[in-house]
């Protein structure tokens, strides 16, 4: 790995990305374009029904955002257009079929030539997503891409994106270390992939012949999925379904370069293009929301939990930084899948009971006024340690409201309805965010990141740790929150 800085090294490159409009790959193509415009091209994978439509979502939903700011200011707007129109090319497809089902062959031909690096961030993250939805775009959508990449000709690398809470709820130290195919985490249950497609068909098929709405055939697909991720040991579907995409891209990789990078919570940029910077409502986030607009007062925590999170852009950093180290190795040497742990809690860990004290700190001194101008006033969130206490807590103080609400409901005391209802949608919320979110929030494990630290000294002794930091044990977690991440929040989500 002898290479001087970052800008050199992706010069001439064709790079593949899926997932192009989400959050993650937004920063990527931000960041390549801003250190190294000389990149050959970009093509971008985007949910479209043609390169036209491809082009518009992409500069609607990718040029358009803040985050190309600081690019935009940097070289002026004219030449950002020219920038873009020369070297990104948004491509009409959808990782969940063969080849993506792009249509447009020629593009398809010049890909299969030109293409030397391909990252796979395309994901669905919704953590009770519908089990078919996800096994399409997690499992066979990473299976997908592997066979795209077997038909590149100059392929040298695909780095897959996936998440460290494979491991699902484990404790102690979590190991960098690879999936067989079949494997599952309680050890008792057998775990086959076109098992597990046959139970989404014949569910699918079970609920067409019951005449359901959408809605309930999405609820039972929802349900499904933890079911069976319940099954083979893991929390939820999300979990589930990405460890069962990394296990088809290791079983079935052959000569082909893997690199699977595995990151924590993704939080907002810590620094690139600007702090702060975030979009959609990320684990974590949930609770922030709900509680700022004072829908929830509690939070769980615990001194010995973990809450693991790490900067988007740092984990951008970290792609590119596998990509040039993996490149730069001898390429007559053996291939090997290799894995990233992406993670904070080794080195600088964030405990869950510090971001009740963020949270409460922050909207006491910034409270949200919504949309009538009334000021949300808000307090300690009650914290708890376990499921159990929360339960209790809302059987104790909840339910019983809840029950005289109804009753008023039922002998037509209408003007209880809206109260009624209010209060039931608090606790709803406040136990499904909760049941999602406990394997994130209550989590008693560390992820071990000895491989990731080898990348990181690769980076520093090649002088390009300043351009791709994601070392966490620079993160001030006081300061980052109160005044990054929480007010970028507000900013961007709220």
Request: proline share 3%.
């Amino acid at each position: 790995m002898e290479f001087s800085n970052l800008e050199p090294f992706l010069e001439g490159k064709t790079i593949f990305i899926t997932g192009a409009t989400g959050f993650l790959a937004k920063i990527l193509v931000e960041k390549i374009l801003r250190v190294q415009p000389n990149v050959k091209k970009l093509f971008l994978l985007v949910r479209a029904s043609d390169t036209k439509s491809a082009r518009k979502r992409f500069n609607d939903e990718v040029m358009q955002t803040e985050l190309f700011s600081v690019l935009r200011e940097k070289i002026g707007a004219n030449n950002l257009s020219t920038l873009v129109e020369e070297r990104v090319f948004p491509v009409a497809g959808d990782i969940s079929f063969e080849d993506f089902g792009i249509e447009n062959s020629e593009m398809k031909d010049d890909m299969f030539k030109q293409i030397d690096i391909i990252i796979n961030s395309a994901a669905t993250t919704r953590f009770d997503e519908r089990y078919d939805i996800s096994m399409n775009i997690n499992v066979l959508g990473a299976l997908n891409v592997l066979q795209f990449a077997k038909r590149c000709e100059n392929v040298k690398i695909i780095v897959h994106v996936s998440t460290a809470y494979v491991c699902g709820e484990g404790e102690g130290v979590i190991p960098e270390k690879s999936f067989i195919l079949g494997e599952t985490l309680n050890k008792n249950s057998q775990l086959d992939i076109d098992v597990e497609r046959k139970v989404i068909e014949d569910k699918l098929k079970e609920l067409e012949a019951q005449s359901l709405t959408t809605t309930e055939v999405t609820m039972s697909m929802r349900d499904l999925g933890i079911q069976r991720a319940n099954l083979h040991g893991w929390p939820n579907t999300y979990s589930f379904t990405k460890a069962m995409g990394e296990m088809l891209l290791g079983h079935y990789k052959e000569n082909l370069q893997l690199v699977i990078i595995r990151p924590t919570i993704i939080t907002s940029t810590y620094k690139e293009p600007f702090p702060g910077w975030i979009e959609g409502v990320k684990t974590v986030d949930s609770f922030i929301l709900a509680y700022g607009k004072g829908l929830m007062n509690f939070s769980f925590g615990d001194p010995n939990s973990n809450i693991d999170a790490i900067p988007g852009d740092m984990v951008v950093n970290s792609i590119l930084a596998a990509i040039i180290a993996h490149i730069g190795r001898n390429q007559h040497s053996s291939f090997q899948e290799l894995i990233y742990h992406i993670s904070s809690s080794g080195r600088n860990p964030l405990k869950s009971s510090d971001i009740r004290l963020f949270m409460f700190h922050y909207f006491t001194k910034n409270p949200w006024i919504n949309k009538d101008g009334n000021i949300i006033k808000v307090g300690m969130p009650t914290l708890f340690s376990s499921m159990d206490s929360f339960r209790k807590y809302i059987s104790t103080y909840y339910w019983p409201f809840l029950k005289i609400l109804e009753l008023a409901n039922l002998l037509s005391w209408r003007r209880f309805d809206k109260t009624y209802k209010d209060l039931k949608r608090k606790i709803d919320m406040a136990i499904r965010l909760s049941e999602l979110y406990k394997p994130y929030l209550l989590f008693y494990g560390s992820f071990d990141d000895a491989n990731t630290e080898r990348l990181r000294m690769a980076m520093k002794e090649s002088n390009m740790d300043d351009v791709l930091n994601f070392d966490p044990s620079c993160i001030k977690w006081d300061d980052y929150f109160m005044k990054t991440h929480l007010p970028g929040a507000v900013k961007h989500i709220f």
